[in-house]
């Protein structure tokens, strides 16, 4: 592929300029940061099973009609997506007790919370993405009354979906973070899920076990984080044929 200008680098993955206006490439890396890149390692595969998962939640979530950034995937390691304006928010939404909500408010992990809660951390490294409440983000302008109705509306949407979907294949969705952006048309304003959605953001656990097969494996330290990836994509049915190994580099797959 052509050599293109790198726009960000972030902890998991690159921004290129895309094909078009209005487009960019999103490259996916095997490193993996934790506690607010204090920890720093690589998983390998990574990258390639995130694409893979992110592009099909996506579509899945395009189809039942939520709006977002993902256009199609260009080969093992990256997609095309739409140009988007971030807003400076994590959302997060929880199913099920576990990391920053049980250590802050001594729930007990594993507990499934009576409904499910939303909280908004504001995206900041040097901070440390603190948890912000409603009137921060109205009040310093991260985004308006309207934007998060659209956003709490859309991530209640990709919850139910999520968990419905999840569950199918024998996996429990315990919390997720979800990003946005502003994509614009013309005159017009549309909230849009960006990012990823990956086992890098979600907590997924064996509906049976509990066995968890996300981040969750890298952060404590529990061995076996990349078959902890590869067995959401093989339940999900979309193991890449090559395997995770692209040792050939990105390959056109359109
Ligand atoms: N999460 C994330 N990025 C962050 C912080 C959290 O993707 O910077 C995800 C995390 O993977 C989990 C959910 O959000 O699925 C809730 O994370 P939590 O607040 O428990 O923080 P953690 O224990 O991961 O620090």
């Not at 293109?4 to 290129?16: D, H, M, S, T």
């Not at 614009?184 to 890098?200: F, G, K």
Request: net charge negative; hydrophobic share 40%.
């Amino acid at each position: 592929m052509a050599r293109r200008r790198q726009l960000y680098e972030g902890k998991a993955k690159i921004l290129f300029e895309g094909p078009e206006p209005g487009t960019l490439v999103q490259y996916f890396k095997d490193d993996a940061t934790a506690f607010n890149a204090q920890k720093k390692g690589t998983i390998t595969g990574k990258g390639v099973l995130n694409n893979r998962i992110s592009e099909y939640l996506m579509t899945r979530l395009a189809e039942i009609g939520v709006p977002t950034h993902f256009i199609r995937r260009l080969n093992m390691r990256e997609q095309l997506i739409r140009e988007v304006e971030i807003i400076p928010l994590e959302v997060v939404v929880r199913n099920v007790a576990a990391g920053s909500l049980s250590s802050r408010l001594g729930i007990p992990e594993g507990q499934r919370l009576p409904r499910s809660i939303i909280e908004y951390y504001y995206k900041n490294d040097q901070l440390g993405d603190p948890m912000v409440a409603e009137e921060h983000i109205t009040c310093f302008g991260w985004a308006s009354t309207q934007d998060l109705d659209d956003m709490v509306a859309l991530t209640l949407r990709v919850n139910d979906f999520l968990t419905g979907l999840f569950l199918g294949v024998g996996i429990t969705l315990v919390d997720f973070k979800l990003e946005f952006g502003r994509l614009w048309e013309n005159e017009e304003m549309r909230i849009v899920l960006a990012d990823e959605i990956s086992p890098d953001n979600c907590r997924l656990w064996d509906a049976k076990t509990g066995e968890k097969m996300d981040k969750d494996r890298f952060r404590r330290d529990l061995g076996k984080v990349e078959e902890g990836y590869q067995e959401v994509a093989r339940r999900l049915g979309i193991l890449p044929e090559a395997g995770v190994r692209d040792m050939k580099g990105p390959e056109a797959m359109q």
